[in-house]
């Protein structure tokens, strides 16, 4: 019983995947052309140079979508927000809501952040921006650190704020980082997850070539058909508290 109240127990859940899992569907979809032009990128033949040999992904509706107000978040700042920063933000919410955890009962606990992150499609893409669309919020929209501590400062968290990433691990670490932080007291709640939005075409270049991605964009896992991967996107995240509390 001692072991067992020195454990982390989850209380709240809040994520936002694709569509299709109660219903037993495939996920997997043609990428549209609000992600990137998908017909100039793709091509069959994995042998052709800059081409991708899918055209499918797991996407989420609505993936920019952002009630920015609501986090009191100005219309000039939202505009440079990586995506992956506003799924976070509202996955967070919906984990202290799932917990029956008001935002004003949090604020100012030391509640800690941990979110495992590794995709930098948005920051990819603003490397091309014409220089004069560039303001004082590009930094902290782009910054892969500020994930976690946009999460930790929206919602007054005082507790230890990361962002990790150590490829598809990453979000498997930052709960193993969370449980550690807990149990060493340096918070008494913690918030942990990762997220991911695909909308960068060059990533599925790179995979192609090293023959790491499903043509069909699926996995197919110990399946004598498996052929790579598929991509998907997506945000999930826990709200752990010490089980003794």
Not at 80 to 94: A, E, N, T
Not at 189 to 205: K, L, S
Not at 208 to 220: F, V, Y
Request: include cysteine; charged fraction near 20%.
């Amino acid at each position: 019983m001692e072991e067992a109240e020195d454990g982390v127990a989850v209380v709240g859940i809040g994520c936002n995947f694709p569509g299709g899992l109660v219903e037993g569907r495939n996920c997997s979809v043609p990428i549209p052309r609000e992600r990137f032009d998908i017909a100039s990128w793709y091509d069959p033949d994995d042998t052709k140079l800059g081409k991708s040999r899918t055209a499918k992904a797991a996407l989420i509706d609505g993936f920019n979508e952002f009630d920015h107000k609501f986090f009191g978040i100005s219309d000039s700042e939202v505009e440079q927000m990586d995506p992956q920063q506003k799924q976070l933000l509202q996955c967070v919410y919906r984990a202290l809501e799932n917990a029956g955890i008001p935002m004003e009962k949090a604020s100012g606990t030391r509640t800690g952040v941990f979110v495992g992150i590794m995709n930098r499609d948005y920051e990819t893409n603003a490397a091309h921006v014409h220089p004069t669309v560039i303001n004082h919020w590009t930094g902290t929209g782009l910054a892969m650190s500020i994930a976690a501590n946009r999460v930790s400062y929206i919602f007054n968290f005082t507790g230890p704020s990361l962002s990790i990433d150590c490829a598809c691990s990453s979000s498997l670490v930052a709960l193993h980082l969370a449980c550690q932080s807990i149990k060493q007291g340096e918070c008494k709640m913690a918030v942990c997850g990762g997220v991911n939005c695909i909308i960068e075409p060059r990533v599925f270049v790179a995979l192609s070539k090293a023959k790491m991605i499903s043509p069909e964009g699926t996995s197919k896992p110990f399946s004598s058909r498996a052929d790579g991967y598929g991509r998907g996107e997506g945000c999930g995240v826990v709200l752990l508290k010490p089980l003794r509390e």
